[in-house]
């Protein structure tokens, strides 16, 4: 499976989604807050909370993160995450670097899980980073991964701040074998034309070797291939800014 991206508006749509299938809006619990004024060094001072939907409910519930100055007005920036079916439940919140070139550039992590009757589960990936023009976060990017999937975010060396899904194939339906995957690598950073950075995709293959579907671990051992591969496709650009 090719890792999933939303637009700041599909993010937005999926608030409706999330609604159960009787119609009544879904209740939550809060699951973590963080400060990010010091972090971020923020004009007002920002917090983001996490929260996952109530457990016995019925219906397709996504988490959410709500970004918030005033305590009163927790609910004013709350975005709905990417999720499947089932009630979502918050994994991790956490702060990562996304860029560490001059100036250096951090995000607001939310990794969510997710339940499938029939495929399984996912876990989505969401990312923001702080606009210090608007003094507001910004939706930077999303990708998703199954339980035959891996997700990485480098902080250190070449691809510190890349962010690198793998995917299993899914051509041997049941087997739980070797079997190749999709790579997908993304880098932040700002296509020219648009004003708005975000995670881009630079690089995309399907890998010559097989590797284990039961105990995921692809990244590492592709990271060779992929700025190879990267050298031989963008030899004199780095694609983003």
């Given at each position: 499976m090719k890792?999933?991206?939303l637009s700041?508006a599909?993010l937005s749509l999926?608030?409706l989604l999330g609604?159960?299938?009787?119609g009544a809006?879904p209740?939550?619990?809060?699951?973590?807050?963080?400060?990010l004024?010091?972090?971020f060094?923020?004009?007002?001072?920002?917090?983001?909370?996490?929260?996952?939907p109530?457990?016995?409910q019925?219906?397709d519930?996504?988490a959410?993160?709500?970004?918030w100055?005033?305590p009163?007005?927790?609910?004013y920036h709350?975005?709905?995450?990417l999720?499947?079916?089932?009630?979502q439940?918050?994994?991790?919140l956490?702060l990562?670097p996304?860029?560490?070139a001059?100036?250096a550039?951090?995000?607001?992590l939310l990794?969510?899980y997710?339940?499938?009757s029939?495929?399984?589960s996912?876990?989505?990936v969401t990312i923001?980073?702080y606009?210090?023009?608007?003094?507001?976060?910004e939706f930077?990017g999303v990708?998703?991964?199954?339980?035959?999937?891996e997700?990485r975010i480098?902080?250190?060396?070449?691809f510190?701040?890349?962010?690198?899904?793998?995917?299993g194939t899914?051509?041997e339906?049941?087997?739980?074998?070797p079997r190749?995957?999709k790579m997908?690598?993304d880098?932040y950073?700002?296509?020219?034309g648009e004003r708005?950075?975000?995670?881009r995709?630079v690089l995309?293959?399907?890998?010559?070797?097989?590797y284990?579907s039961k105990?995921v671990q692809?990244?590492?051992?592709?990271?060779?291939?992929?700025?190879?591969?990267l050298?031989?496709?963008y030899?004199?650009?780095?694609?983003?800014r």
């Amino acid at each position: 499976m090719k890792p999933l991206w939303l637009s700041p508006a599909l993010l937005s749509l999926a608030v409706l989604l999330g609604t159960s299938v009787y119609g009544a809006e879904p209740t939550f619990v809060e699951v973590k807050t963080l400060a990010l004024k010091e972090p971020f060094g923020t004009k007002k001072d920002w917090k983001v909370t996490a929260y996952q939907p109530e457990e016995h409910q019925m219906g397709d519930i996504a988490a959410k993160v709500c970004f918030w100055v005033d305590p009163a007005q927790r609910d004013y920036h709350c975005e709905s995450v990417l999720h499947f079916h089932g009630l979502q439940s918050v994994k991790k919140l956490t702060l990562v670097p996304v860029r560490r070139a001059n100036p250096a550039v951090w995000g607001v992590l939310l990794v969510a899980y997710s339940n499938r009757s029939a495929d399984g589960s996912r876990t989505s990936v969401t990312i923001w980073t702080y606009d210090r023009f608007y003094d507001d976060f910004e939706f930077a990017g999303v990708t998703a991964v199954s339980e035959i999937g891996e997700y990485r975010i480098l902080s250190e060396g070449p691809f510190a701040g890349y962010l690198i899904a793998a995917e299993g194939t899914r051509e041997e339906a049941g087997h739980s074998g070797p079997r190749h995957f999709k790579m997908e690598i993304d880098k932040y950073g700002r296509v020219e034309g648009e004003r708005t950075a975000g995670y881009r995709q630079v690089l995309g293959y399907v890998t010559s070797k097989t590797y284990d579907s039961k105990e995921v671990q692809v990244i590492t051992p592709e990271l060779g291939n992929i700025q190879c591969f990267l050298g031989v496709v963008y030899p004199e650009s780095d694609v983003v800014r």
